[in-house]
């Protein structure tokens, strides 16, 4: 089997129970930056032994969420169900080398109750019990020490007492491995180097250690990165808000804002200024330099990198980002530049794509429903605005001509304005008018006047569109 070359191996080794969650995406995300800062390779690998709870369509999901991220596995491992066979052949050389014992106890408590008495059976009546088919499951003879020792590269030297460790299972009675002999036969069979995982994993690796070194094995490195909490420092729970990846994703996320704000979690020299791609965040990424602390998810963060990754779009892909948004707006035809203006005008309230959206519609629609007096300058107003051609249609134009106009008419700005932006879009507050204007087109704001004149102020609730 396959011993490492020197060469860098991670894996990330989630069980398909459940959709990929932002603790899940971080422990793969420093698995990935790892292997390719070691240009090295990352594994990704299903822990499917708890047939009941395992869902082919989690792992379909896990996987298209770390594509979505860009953290694309080099290697996909085997599920491990399907090595069964393998891990009865470790359970056998075990066995054969006396590292472990059949224990006959019917339940763990027993076994913690009952002392060492299957341990210091003797052979003739394990021999007898086992072919008489007794239930019983295989315990490793853990050696008695007063410490275990192991390194961990967040954590230094880890000291752990001896009796933390009582002799634990690696199979049942049939042969089929338990988590912790799977889980060290497949690391070491498919040469991780190291194991990078969450914190919850470290009482494994005493356990983990012993089996390999019984198998003759060396141990891979540990890293144990911690937990994720939330602003109470708990464990992030679904329940307490959107933490799947997916949700991120059908909530307009973007991808690289979404891996630049986990990057920031536990590793403090990640940049918080711009959104880095995978290939510079690995190029700087040191295991050596990830913290032990807990971090706590902070959505005020995550938006800020929301914010990061939209407003460094260039303007065409910006636009080309939410045409959707406009496609129901300005049916004369609007100038791209002026969608751009509109968009880098609303940018700094979003973080995601669906409130981009959100901000177009809020803006240009007539949803609100706040409504004002007609005043006696609105029909003057309408026939200044259709003395503009369409092609002349644009923010700057009609600030120039609202201002004239105000001047004209003696105005205080607030007393122009205000009603004026009720009248157009049912909205007291919002982006500037001349280019919500400019963006609902010259035709759409003719109507919009029309249609207060025809009595929209007079109807409860404002919006008498389509009627
Ligand atoms: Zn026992």
């Known amino acids: 089997m396959a011993e490492s070359d020197g060469r860098v191996v991670t894996r990330f080794a989630p069980s398909p129970t459940g959709s990929l969650h932002i603790g899940g995406a971080h422990t793969a995300l420093f698995n990935y930056l790892w292997a390719r800062r070691e ?3 990352f594994m990704l690998r299903f822990e499917d032994t708890d047939r009941s709870r395992s869902d082919i369509l989690y792992e379909k999901s896990i996987l298209e969420d770390l594509k979505w991220l860009g953290i694309v596995p080099d290697v996909l491992s085997p599920r491990q169900s399907s090595r069964s066979e393998r891990h009865k052949e470790v359970l056998n050389f075990l066995i054969e080398r006396g590292a472990v014992y059949p224990c006959f106890c019917s339940s763990s408590e027993e076994f913690s109750k009952g002392g060492h008495s299957c341990r210091s059976m003797n052979p003739g009546e394990r021999k007898s019990r086992i072919s008489r088919k007794d239930p019983h499951c295989w315990r490793f003879e853990v050696p008695a020490s007063p410490n275990y020792t192991y390194f961990d590269i967040l954590r230094g030297k880890i000291s752990v007492p001896g009796c933390a460790a009582e002799d634990f299972a690696v199979a ?8 912790l002999l799977a889980c060290a036969a497949d690391d070491h069979d498919s040469g991780v180097t190291h194991v990078i995982r969450g914190e919850e994993h470290m009482p494994n690796v005493p356990k983990q250690e012993m089996i390999y070194r019984a198998m003759g094995w060396s141990p891979p490195k540990w890293a144990h990165i911690p937990m994720i909490l939330d602003r109470e420092r708990r464990k992030l729970s679904k329940r307490l808000g959107a933490v799947s990846i997916d949700e991120y994703r059908e909530s307009g996320w973007a991808p690289e804002a979404v891996v630049s704000y986990l990057a920031t979690l536990s590793w403090a020299q990640a940049p918080t200024d711009r959104i880095a791609p995978l290939s510079e965040l690995a190029g700087m990424f040191d295991l050596n330099s990830v913290a032990r602390f807990a971090p706590v998810h902070d959505e005020a963060r995550m938006r800020h990198f929301g914010r990061l990754f939209l407003s460094g779009l260039a303007d065409e892909t910006l636009l080309a980002y939410c045409s959707d948004g406009f496609s129901e ?5 609007v100038a791209k530049s002026e969608k751009i203006a509109f968009l880098r005008e609303v940018l700094p309230e979003c973080a995601t794509k669906r409130e981009l959206a959100f ?11 706040e409504t004002a007096d007609a005043p006696e300058w609105i029909e003057d107003l309408k026939e200044r605005f259709t003395l503009i051609p369409d092609i002349e249609w644009d923010s700057s134009n009609i600030k120039n001509i609202m201002k004239s106009f105000q001047k004209e008419k003696g105005l205080k700005g607030a007393d122009f304005f205000h009603p004026l932006r009720i009248f157009l879009t049912g909205m007291s507050r919002g982006a500037p008018i001349s280019l919500i204007l400019s963006c609902i087109g010259r035709t759409d704001t003719l109507k919009r006047l029309d249609e207060y004149r025809n009595g929209r102020a007079a109807m409860p609730g404002g919006d008498n569109r389509g009627q």
């Not at 049942?172 to 988590?179: C, V």
């Not at 707006?329 to 035809?333: D, E, I, L, V």
């Not at 177009?360 to 949803?367: D, E, G, Q, T």
């Open 172 to 179: 049942r009675g049939d042969g089929s491995a338990t988590y």
């Open 39 to 41: 240009q090295g390779s």
């Open 359 to 369: 901000q177009i519609r809020a803006n240009l629609s007539l949803s609100g429903s």
């Open 329 to 333: 707006f300005g049916s004369s035809g």
